[in-house]
Nanobody
Framework: QVQLVESGGGPVQAGGSLRLSCAAS????????MGWHRQAPGKQRELVAG???????EYADSVKGRFTISRNDERRAVYLQMDNLRPEDTAVYYC??????????????WGQGTQVTVSS
């Protein structure tokens, strides 16, 4: 079973920065796409950023130029550097990952989420 654990959320003032981390553990043969999603109260969960195994990245239009996603495959980790935060970035942020375990079965777990609260 593969698990994801996020850390790094918290309160911050508008214009500030936070760095989220997510570590994967368990029976992991390979990691493919890793990403960050967020869900604000009363809204659907949305993709914030994703990064493929070859380093290709994708960002939501609302965070382009402010957020940077990166990964460290040796540590089985994915990071989200968030700069120039805005109150509308307030949400629970979830880590995701796809890949295959040692039985070559695909997995796609979610982390438990970490709260980011941006005050004006």
């Amino acid at each position: 079973q593969v698990q994801l654990v996020e850390s790094g959320g918290g309160p911050v003032q508008a214009g500030g920065s936070l760095r989220l981390s997510c570590a994967a553990s368990g029976s992991i043969l390979s990691l493919n796409v890793m990403g960050w999603h967020r869900q604000a109260p009363g809204k659907q969960r949305e993709l914030v950023a994703g990064i493929a195994a070859d380093g290709t990245t994708e960002y939501a239009d609302s965070v382009k130029g402010r957020f940077t996603i990166s990964r460290n495959d040796e540590r089985r980790a994915v990071y989200l550097q968030m700069d120039n935060l805005r109150p509308e970035d307030t949400a629970v942020y979830y880590c995701s990952a796809t890949g295959r375990d040692y039985s070559r079965r695909p997995f796609a777990p979610w982390g438990q989420g970490t709260q980011v609260t941006v005050s004006s």
